[in-house]
């Protein structure tokens, strides 16, 4: 397992190079406009102000005045102060994506900029309520890792995570939480105030090294066991491809993939439990004990060599006669993010969202996405005892297979 020896020299990394971009107006003119999905000219209709104001600032052709950014706040709901926070700190190419060929580019740059703020955020959060920031095993070198690597990564990170190295995976939320990894639910805040998810996108992720913060963010589906899949993989990116970031993107995807079903799944109990004799009902069954799709478990069998090509087609042939491939059976809780909520309210109270937004120069909108209020009651201490089991079954994997 690699692990960074210096904590403080990624911290005073980091602050020396945002020390090195004061904040631009016309720069953050651009970001909010890439939130909001708003041109230069639908912007100008919504606020009163001219479009060739708004180009001639994002230009830096003009500087930009007090009263006309107060008019643009104050259309869009958004602060003031937003326009002259530094940006974050991430490397925004350094980001990886999971999303399908859906995925449109304007909806990619939208995407960008809400988890550049909300990294920005949760960053600012972590570091004024001093919570600890995670230790994970990474990957180095240029090369593509074979099976075996991914599968020894997973099982490190499990141990990161304290989790058990052969039992099913309860919350990953929050385990990942636990462990110092911020986990954020994102939407795209439109202009009439409505919320949209990002088609064709599932989860973005970045991590410095140990020091650092490290946030995923997953657009939440109607599925639990695809929002889980999308946590492992992306967790499977800082672990993987932190210190890797040339690998072709297929390459990296593919053992993002592994690394997932290889965390879900732990070797031991996939080669003891997957075979070519499993029927449809056996696989339904594995995924309310795994919180894991049938189609990934199959998929897990076929890595592994234990279900071979034949009835892997098999299978899912008899998926896409039941109209499976989409809307499979037995349903899998949605986890409940917590920590980003807990570590705001600390700071803003129990209604944090108007003073956090204002204080932490964010779109409100954004700041309820990435820390929605919480939906159960937990006590909060439980959230910061890092280390506490996680044995028990906090999200329940409800059959609604017979057969």
């Not at 631009?24 to 939130?35: Q, S």
């Not at 879900?264 to 594995?286: F, G, K, Q, V, W």
């Not at 109209?323 to 809780?333: A, D, H, S």
Request: glycine letters at 6%; proline letters at 6%; aromatic letters at 8%.
């Amino acid at each position: 397992m690699k692990r960074w020896n210096s904590t403080s020299r990624t911290k005073k990394r980091r602050k020396a190079e945002q020390a090195m971009l004061a904040a631009a107006p016309g720069e953050r003119l651009k970001t909010l406009r890439d939130i909001l999905g708003l041109t230069q000219i639908q912007l100008a209709e919504v606020s009163g102000v001219s479009q060739p104001w708004i180009s001639d600032v994002e230009t830096s052709t003009r500087d930009a005045t007090t009263d006309k950014l107060a008019q643009i706040a104050e259309a869009t709901g958004t602060p003031l102060t937003f326009f002259s926070v530094r940006p974050s700190s991430v490397p925004l190419d350094s980001l990886r994506f999971r999303k399908n060929s859906a995925a449109r580019k304007s909806t990619t740059r939208r995407v960008h900029a809400i988890y550049g703020e909300s990294y920005r955020v949760t960053e600012d959060l972590i570091e004024l309520e001093n919570y600890p920031t995670p230790s994970l095993p990474f990957a180095i070198g240029d090369d593509p890792l074979e099976n075996d690597a991914v599968e020894q990564f997973a099982s490190e990170a499990r141990e990161a995570l304290r989790l058990a190295p052969d039992k099913p995976i309860p919350h990953l939320t929050r385990a990942l939480e636990r462990a110092g990894i911020a986990v954020a639910p994102m939407v795209l805040p439109g202009i009439d105030g409505e919320e949209h998810t990002a088609v064709g996108h599932f989860g973005v992720s970045y991590w410095a090294g140990k020091g650092a913060t490290a946030l995923i963010g997953y657009f939440p589906g109607y599925q639990g066991d695809r929002d889980r899949f999308t946590l492992a993989h992306e967790l499977g990116h800082l672990v993987l491809h932190t210190f890797r970031p040339r690998l072709p993107l297929p390459q990296a995807e593919a053992e993002a993939n592994r690394f997932a079903t290889a965390l879900l799944i732990p070797l031991s109990r996939a080669e003891a439990e997957l075979s070519d004799s499993l029927s449809l009902t056996d696989y339904a069954r594995l995924k309310s004990t795994w919180g894991v799709s049938m189609q990934a478990i199959i998929m897990r069998g076929s890595s592994l060599g234990v279900i071979g090509d034949t009835r892997k087609k098999s299978l899912f042939v008899q998926l896409s006669a039941k109209g499976w491939r989409k809307i499979e059976p037995v349903t899998v809780g949605h986890e409940e993010p917590k920590l980003v909520w807990t570590l705001l309210s600390r700071r803003f109270g129990d209604r944090p969202y108007m003073r956090g937004a204002e204080q932490l120069a964010i779109h409100p909108t954004v700041l309820r996405s990435i820390a929605p209020t919480p939906l159960s009651k937990e006590s909060s201490h439980q959230l910061f005892s890092r280390g506490q089991s996680t044995s028990g079954k906090v999200v329940e994997f409800r059959k609604r297979y017979s057969g």
